[in-house]
């Protein structure tokens, strides 16, 4: 028996491409932005006219001087940098230059190592416990910064330091003194 029309042939679908698929103006079938071909004819085009003055007598010598020195820039121009035309890379470039930030030495930054560091490995049931007793807790006003900011408990400190850590534990003295009013 023969086999029916639909299993035997492949049977392809058609998918029309819209006219807006390719966006921009492009040449080349839009292969080649016109913006990129511009800029590369623009770049190309000091390359061409110094190679045109060489004085060389033969036609085909001449071309192929002129071929080799303006397909370089012409190429550049119509592929562009890292995605981009030339000209918005030059852009993006000097206006990086321009407002770049030097990273400076911030003394407050360094720390200072005054002790052992403690080793101390938990049980994961161990951190669970510890988490929820620190969930129970309301000690959200009674932290204080310095526990927020500094490790000093843990032999961390910074050496400028000590008065701020003072001024910060009687802030933390006033707010629990406040807490017990309440």
């Known amino acids: ?5 639909s299993e035997s ?3 392809r679908q058609i998918y029309p491409i819209p006219d807006n698929f390719m966006e921009g103006t492009g040449v080349l079938g839009g292969i080649v932005k016109l913006r990129n071909l511009i800029e590369g004819c623009i770049l190309a085009l000091p390359a061409f006219l110094i190679s045109w003055n060489i004085p060389i007598e033969s036609i085909n010598v001449k071309m192929a001087v002129i071929a ?4 370089g820039p012409l190429l550049l121009g119509c592929i562009g940098i890292n995605g ?17 930030r030097i990273m400076r030495y911030n003394p407050r ?3 200072e190592y005054t002790g052992d560091i403690p080793v101390t490995r938990e049980v994961p049931v161990d951190k669970l416990r ?3 007793a620190n969930l129970s807790q309301d000690d959200n006003l009674l932290q204080s910064e310095s526990d927020l900011y500094y490790a ?3 032999g961390i400190a910074f050496e400028d330091d000590i008065v ?10 006033q707010r629990r003194k406040a807490h017990e009013k309440r």
Do not use: I, P, W
């Open 1 to 5: 028996m023969a086999a029916k029309h």
């Open 9 to 11: 042939a492949e049977f």
């Open 68 to 71: 080799l020195f303006t397909a």
């Open 84 to 100: 981009d035309c030339v000209s918005r890379f030059l852009g993006y470039f000097f206006l990086f230059r321009k407002n770049r």
């Open 109 to 111: 930054v360094k720390l």
């Open 130 to 132: 510890k988490l929820l």
């Open 152 to 154: 000093v408990d843990q």
């Open 164 to 173: 701020l850590q003072k001024r910060l534990k009687a802030k933390t003295e």
